[in-house]
C-alpha cells in the first residue's frame, strides 16, 4: 500500500514496569530534576567508555575517526537540548531491549518503594532507570543511535513517555547516540545554556571524555586516581565519589593507595553510607571499575575484587593488564587474581587502621557493613585472619550495644584461660537467662553475645583467633577453668543428690526421652538452672542447627543430630524428681519430657507446642488439686 520511500516507524509498547517507572517520573517526580542531565551524561560516558575498549579488539568499526566526546547543545527559542556521544552506540535490538525493558531485579522493589513515597528520587540512578529520567523533563524523547558495528545504519526512537515508543530506520546517522529533548512547558528553565553548563559542572566533572556545552568545553578530563594524594582536594575526591558511585552523598571511607610492588597499581576506593541490600533490594552489584591507563576494561568489576568486597565503589588501575584483555581472559587471568588479593589485602588494613584511630567511623562501618565482613570470613579462606580481627560483638562485659574486638576480648582473658567462649541467643536479655552464661558468671570468665544468626558460622569458619580456639559454650566437651570459690559453692549440701543417685536418675531420664537425647548425664557446670542441652558435635552449634534446619532438610520435632541433655544434682526440681519417680512413675516421666522441652527451648530449638501444651496442663493442674 505504501509507496514513499520514507521508511514507516514501528511502534512498541513498553515493558510493565518502564510504564510504571515512567509515570512516576512524569507525574511524581518535580523535584531535583536537574538529575536527569548527570543520567544522559553519564549513560554517554559508559558508551564512550565501552567503545575505547572495543576498539581494542576490533578494528573494524563504524566511523573508527570520530574523536570521542560528548557534546550538548541548547537551543533556547525552542526549547530543545541534545546530548551528543560518539560512543558505542545501539542497533536496533538494542535500541528496544535497553531503551524499552528494565533488566535489572531490585527495580521492582526500588518502584513500589518509591510509590509508598519512602524513597527518594535522587537513587533513580542506582537502579538503571537512569536514561527514563529525561522524560522528567521532556515531553517527548528521540533518540538516534548508531552502532560501532559496520553493519548497522543507524535508527531513530522516540517516545512521550506515554507507554509506546517507535523506531525508525534513520539516514546518515553517525557512530554514537544523539538525544534529543522537546522540553516541557514547566521545564524551560533547562533551555539556558549557562544553566546546563552550570549542571555539568557540578555533576559531570570527572567524566573522561570532553564534554562541550554550546562549543564551549566545560569539563578537565582527569584521572583522578591518577594523581598524587596532595594534588586531590577532599572536596575532589567526593564530587569523584558522587560521579564513580552514582552517589548524592559523601562516601563514609575513602582509601586512595598507589603501589609498584609486586604489581603497578592505583586505586581509589569508597565505602558508601549506605547499604542496599539492608533495604531488601536484593544482592548488591559490584561497584569497582577496572582500568588499564585510564582505558576502562570491565565496568563493575566482578574478578577485580572478592564478591564480599561488592559493597566497594571505586576505580582500580593497573597498567601491568593488556590493555585488550577479553571478558573471559579476565576470569582466568592470574594476574587479576594477584591485583584482587592485594588490593583486598591493602582494604583490609585500613580497615584495621581506621579501626584504630577512628572508633566511630569504624563502628559506623562495622555496623552498616559488618555482614559483608562475616560473608568474607564464611566464604574466603584467603582473607580469614585478617578478618577475624575486624570482627566485632557484644559480650558478657559490654554493656547493651557496645562492642569489642576479638583481640580485646583475648588481651583481658583470665589466668589460665586457653579458649575464647561464645554464645548465641537471640538477643542479650535472652542468653543472660539461660542456662549457658551461668558457669561463665561464676568463674567471672567473659562470654560473647553472638546474635545473628550467621554468627556461628562465622565463629566455625575463624576456628581460633590468635592461638586460641573459639569454642561455643553449648557444647558437650566444654571445660572451663575452676571456679575461684569452688571449694565453698561446690561442697555438696546434705540433700544434693550423690553422684551415685544422679547418674542412676540420669539414666532413667534417658530411658523416659529414648532416641530424642544421645545422652543424659550430671551437669559440673549447671548453677542456677535445673538442665541445659549441650551439643556432643563439637562443629556444630544449636544456632548453626537451627538454621540448617529452617533451611529445609529436616523436619519434625526430633533435632536432626540428638543432644546431650545435662542435669542439675544441686537443683531442687532435679532432688524432687528423684523422688517423685519412687512414689509416682508415671508422673515423674511427664516432668523428666518438660524438663527436657523447657531445655530445648532455651537452646534455641524448635520444639513441636502442642504435646508441650498439653503436657504443662497435666502439670499444673496437679499442681492446683494437691497444693
Ligand atoms: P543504566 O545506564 O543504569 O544501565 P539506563 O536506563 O540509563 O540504565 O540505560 C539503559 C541502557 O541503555 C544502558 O545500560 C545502555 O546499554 C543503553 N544506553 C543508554 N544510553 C546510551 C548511550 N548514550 N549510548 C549507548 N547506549 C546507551
Given at each position: 500500500m505504501n509507496k514513499t520511500a520514507q521508511p514507516q516507524p514501528e511502534t512498541r509498547e513498553f515493558q510493565a514496569e518502564v510504564k510504571k517507572i515512567l509515570d512516576i517520573v512524569i507525574n511524581s517526580l518535580y523535584t531535583e530534576r536537574e538529575i536527569f542531565l548527570r543520567e544522559l551524561i553519564s549513560n554517554s560516558a559508559d558508551a564512550l567508555e565501552r567503545f575505547r575498549h572495543q576498539n581494542l579488539t576490533t578494528k573494524?568499526?563504524?566511523?573508527?575517526?570520530?574523536?570521542l566526546e560528548i557534546t550538548v547543545t541548547v537551543d533556547k527559542d525552542n526549547h530543545v537540548l541534545t546530548v551528543t556521544d560518539t560512543g558505542i552506540g545501539m542497533d536496533r535490538g538494542e535500541l528496544e531491549a535497553n531503551l524499552g525493558?528494565?533488566?535489572?531485579?531490585?527495580t521492582r522493589t526500588f518502584l513500589s518503594q518509591l510509590a509508598e513515597g519512602?524513597?527518594?528520587?535522587?537513587?533513580?540512578?542506582?537502579?538503571?532507570?537512569?536514561?527514563?529520567?529525561?522524560?522528567m523533563v521532556a515531553s517527548k524523547v528521540t533518540v538516534q543511535s548508531r552502532s560501532f558495528r559496520p553493519d548497522d545504519p543507524g535508527h531513530i526512537w522516540e517516545s512521550d513517555g506515554s507507554g509506546t515508543f517507535t523506531i525508525t530506520p534513520a539516514q546518515n546517522a553517525r557512530r554514537g547516540t544523539t538525544i534529543t529533548l522537546k522540553l516541557k512547558e514547566d521545564a524551560?528553565?533547562?533551555?539556558?545554556p549557562e544553566r546546563i553548563k552550570r549542571i555539568v559542572k557540578q555533576?559531570?566533572?570527572?567524566?573522561?571524555f570532553p564534554i562541550a556545552v554550546d562549543g564551549e568545553a566545560v569539563n578537565t578530563v582527569?584521572?583522578?586516581?591518577?594523581?598524587?594524594?596532595?594534588?586531590?582536594t577532599a572536596e575532589e575526591y567526593t564530587e569523584f565519589y558522587k560521579y564513580v558511585a552514582n552517589a548524592f552523598d559523601e562516601p563514609l571511607l575513602k582509601l586512595h593507595f598507589d603501589t609498584d610492588a609486586p604489581l603497578a597499581i592505583k586505586a581509589l576506593l569508597f565505602v558508601p553510607r549506605?547499604?542496599?541490600e539492608h533495604f531488601g533490594l536484593g544482592r548488591m552489584e559490584p561497584g569497582v571499575n577496572l582500568y588499564c591507563q585510564r582505558v576502562?576494561?570491565?565496568?563493575?568489576?566482578?574478578?577485580?575484587?572478592?564478591?564480599?568486597?561488592?559493597?566497594l565503589k571505586g576505580v582500580i588501575d593497573s597498567e601491568?593488564?593488556?590493555?585488550?584483555?577479553?571478558r573471559q581472559a579476565l576470569q582466568d587471568s592470574s594476574l587479576v587474581r594477584k591485583i584482587n588479593s592485594v588490593v583486598s589485602k591493602r582494604f583490609l588494613k585500613h580497615l584495621e587502621e581506621t579501626a584504630k584511630n577512628d572508633a566511630e567511623a569504624y563502628e559506623t562501618f562495622w555496623t552498616t557493613f559488618g555482614g559483608f565482613l562475616k560473608e568474607g570470613v564464611v566464604s574466603d579462606f584467603t582473607h580469614r585472619e585478617s578478618l577475624g580481627k575486624l570482627l566485632r560483638f557484644e559480650s558478657?562485659?559490654?554493656?547493651?550495644?557496645k562492642l569489642i574486638s576479638l583481640a580485646e576480648y583475648v588481651g583481658r582473658m583470665a589466668e589460665g584461660q586457653k579458649d575464647i567462649y561464645y554464645i548465641h541467643g537471640p538477643n542479650r536479655e535472652a542468653i543472660e537467662a539461660g542456662p549457658y552464661t551461668e558457669a561463665f558468671r561464676k568463674r567471672d570468665l567473659e562470654i560473647i553475645y553472638?546474635?545473628?544468626?550467621i554468627d556461628d558460622f562465622v565463629m566455625g569458619h575463624l576456628q581460633e583467633f590468635d592461638g586460641k580456639k573459639l569454642v561455643s559454650?553449648?557444647?558437650?566437651?566444654l571445660e572451663l577453668p575452676d571456679a575461684k570459690d569452688a571449694k565453698e559453692q561446690d561442697?555438696?549440701?546434705?540433700?544434693d543428690l550423690t553422684t551415685e543417685a544422679a547418674t542412676d536418675l540420669a539414666a532413667w531420664m534417658k530411658q523416659v526421652l529414648g532416641e530424642s537425647v544421645k545422652e543424659v548425664k550430671e551437669s559440673k557446670r549447671l548453677e542456677d538452672s535445673p538442665a541445659m542441652i549441650v551439643n556432643?558435635?563439637?562443629?556444630?552449634t544449636s544456632s548453626m542447627e537451627r538454621i540448617m534446619r529452617a533451611a529445609g532438610s529436616t523436619q519434625g520435632t526430633i533435632p536432626a543430630s540428638p543432644k546431650t541433655l545435662e542435669i542439675n544434682p544441686r537443683h531442687a526440681l532435679i532432688k524432687g524428681l528423684a523422688g517423685l519417680r519412687q512414689k509416682d512413675e508415671t508422673f515423674a516421666r511427664t516432668v523428666a519430657e518438660q524438663i527436657f522441652d523447657n531445655a530445648m527451648i532455651q537452646a534455641g530449638l524448635l520444639i513441636e507446642s502442642r504435646n508441650m501444651v498439653e503436657r504443662t496442663y497435666r502439670i499444673l493442674e496437679r499442681t492446683v488439686t494437691q497444693g
Open positions: 573494524d568499526v563504524t566511523d573508527p575517526d570520530l574523536s525493558t528494565i533488566a535489572h531485579s531490585g519512602t524513597k527518594d528520587v535522587n537513587l533513580i540512578g542506582q537502579f538503571g532507570v537512569g536514561f527514563y529520567a529525561a522524560f524551560k528553565e533547562f533551555a539556558d555533576y559531570s566533572s570527572f567524566v573522561p582527569q584521572a583522578l586516581w591518577t594523581k598524587s594524594k596532595n594534588e586531590i549506605e547499604n542496599f576502562l576494561i570491565e565496568q563493575r568489576s566482578k574478578t577485580i575484587l572478592p564478591e564480599w568486597l561488592r559493597f601491568d593488564l593488556p590493555l585488550n584483555i577479553s558478657s562485659r559490654t554493656e547493651s550495644g553472638t546474635m545473628e544468626p559454650a553449648d557444647r558437650a566437651d561442697t555438696p549440701r546434705e540433700d556432643p558435635d563439637a562443629h556444630v
